[in-house]
């Protein structure tokens, strides 16, 4: 009789109880591939076709790796190998019958199963009927390409020229644009009903560091220090070339004279030099603050008047790759969630399809991916809402993942999203922490030391995973001499 395993109730959960929505949470080198395959090979013995399953995984080499695993096993279940003797005849043709079928199924990439969504139904969802999908290469040099095209649009327009020339004057670079619209681009879809108010100008004919400095002068009373006399003579000049610019913009006599005076007074004000609370340091601090407030509130205002151009030229540039039907990774699941959320037909015959929705890596995962479980997951006819909110079948969906594995920020992940979804869906959660790859001398280290890494607060509201501790498994691998290296431990 074989040894029960720490987490045997687990175990068992994933490869017989079918019927719920579990959340397994798999700590590392806990097996949870071959929990996977034994769950798909359960659901197959339990009478769903193979390509009714929708196995989502992290990359193309895992993907290719799980359906090789699965295959095997079906062609040892169809067969009654070692650990399927027990199978009855229906099981085993079952297993049988899903062999042929395995290449039809889903076992793919997120994108991948995007992709194959809008392939399915590209009319539905605004796209020609053949698609073409570009890698991150071609999607970079694409929309370098595009970029420069609107930049000279954008640098010829003459409603944006004022604004413009007032942002490169207080020290925007034309080059600064391009990742602002470069993030616009990789987020295009969350920017559907987002504003820009514009921001107010502030006095541009009385700029704060004028009467600033003079209060703070004022209040030094009539003898200064030596490192503050020092100081307010170092400003002087500069101070005097603000107040002569100032005079101009008050007493201009028509709108050109004060936008030229305006963008001399801009270059000088930027250009002025720190200001030092020195001797009595309280009131040339309050300076200091007055000063880049002011300055914060012009480049505030030359900002929210181009961040619309650019939230349009991200919008117009992913309408025009839709209508080409030449995709990056990110359209492939905007598109997808869209169709599902839009198009109850669609949403439903996907239903049907897919019957069983099984996510691995889950600690990486993009919120869409769990919009899009979702959608697929709801009851027939349930409007589509909230993915925290859906009414989803018991035992559609399966999750792997372990946070402390997480590569956090990687396709919008975070904690917190992970959090989220474990709680919602009617997630049960199941515990893998049976290590079947480390020494115990590992496992012990690792526990002692991460247990107080992971319990250790980061400071800034970030957020980590709880420590789950491993557990050695039945046949730990053999014993090597190890040598563990480490810095102090946070107290």
């Known amino acids: ?42 659901l197959v013995r339990s009478g769903v076709p193979v390509d009714r399953i929708a196995a989502i995984t992290f990359t193309e080499k895992a993907a290719a790796e799980l359906s090789e695993r699965v295959r095997k096993q079906l062609e040892l279940a169809a067969a009654g190998g070692q650990g399927y003797e027990a199978l009855s005849d229906e099981e085993r043709q079952r297993c049988a019958a899903a062999l042929p079928d395995l290449d039809r199924a889903a076992i793919q990439t997120l994108h991948s199963f995007a992709q194959r969504i809008l392939s399915l139904y590209p009319l539905e969802a605004g796209l020609p009927p053949e698609l073409r999908i570009m890698d991150e290469v071609e999607g970079d040099i694409a929309f370098r390409d595009r970029w420069a095209r609107f930049k000279d649009e954008l640098f010829s327009d003459p409603a944006m020229q004022r604004p413009l020339l007032r942002a490169f004057t207080l020290g925007l670079r034309p080059r600064d644009l391009e990742p602002i619209a470069r993030e616009f681009h990789r987020n295009w879809d969350r920017l559907d009903g987002i504003e820009f108010s ?20 004022a209040g030094q009373g009539p003898t200064l220090t030596p490192p503050a006399a020092q100081h307010f003579a170092e400003l002087a000049a500069p101070l005097e070339n603000v107040r002569a610019a100032a005079r101009r913009v008050q007493n201009a006599r028509d709108d050109q004279e004060r936008e030229s005076a305006e963008v001399d007074l801009l270059r000088l004000v930027a250009a002025f030099p720190k200001i030092r609370p020195v001797g009595h340091g309280g009131l040339l601090k309050e300076a200091g603050l007055k000063h880049t407030r002011w300055l914060g509130e012009a480049k505030r205002a030359c900002l929210t008047a181009i961040l619309p151009r650019l939230k349009q030229f991200a919008l117009d540039y992913a ?43 889950f600690q990486d995962t993009d919120p869409l991916q769990v919009e899009l479980a979702a959608l697929l997951a709801a009851r027939p ?16 969906l399966f999750f792997v993942g372990d946070p402390k594995q997480s590569i956090y920020r990687f396709r919008r992940a975070d904690i917190d999203l992970y959090e989220r979804t474990r709680h919602a869906f009617g997630c049960e959660q199941v515990p893998l922490v049976t290590n079947f790859r480390s020494q115990v001398l590992i496992l012990d280290w690792v526990n002692a030391v991460f247990a107080r890494l992971f319990a250790h607060d980061s400071g800034g509201g970030v957020r980590q995973a709880d420590w789950i501790p491993l557990e050695p498994g039945p046949k730990p691998p053999p014993s090597h001499p190890v040598l563990l290296l480490g810095g102090p431990l946070p107290r």
């Open 319 to 361: 309408a025009e790759r839709r209508s080409a039907g030449q995709l990056g990774f990110q359209d492939l699941l905007v598109l997808a969630v869209r169709l599902l959320a839009t198009d109850e037909h669609v949403r439903l015959a996907l239903h049907q399809r897919y019957q069983r929705i099984l996510i691995d890596e």
């Open 381 to 396: 006819g349930a409007p589509p809402g909230h993915w925290t909110r859906a009414d989803v079948e018991p035992g559609r």
């Open 1 to 42: 009789m074989s040894e029960r395993l720490p987490d045997q109730d687990s175990r068992d959960r994933i490869g017989h109880d079918l019927g719920a929505t579990l959340f397994v949470e798999a700590g590392a080198g806990t097996g949870k591939t071959t929990e996977l395959v034994g769950r798909i090979l359960a």
């Open 198 to 217: 514009p921001s107010a100008e502030p006095d541009l004919a009385h700029p704060a560091v004028i009467a600033a400095l003079e209060h703070a002068r």
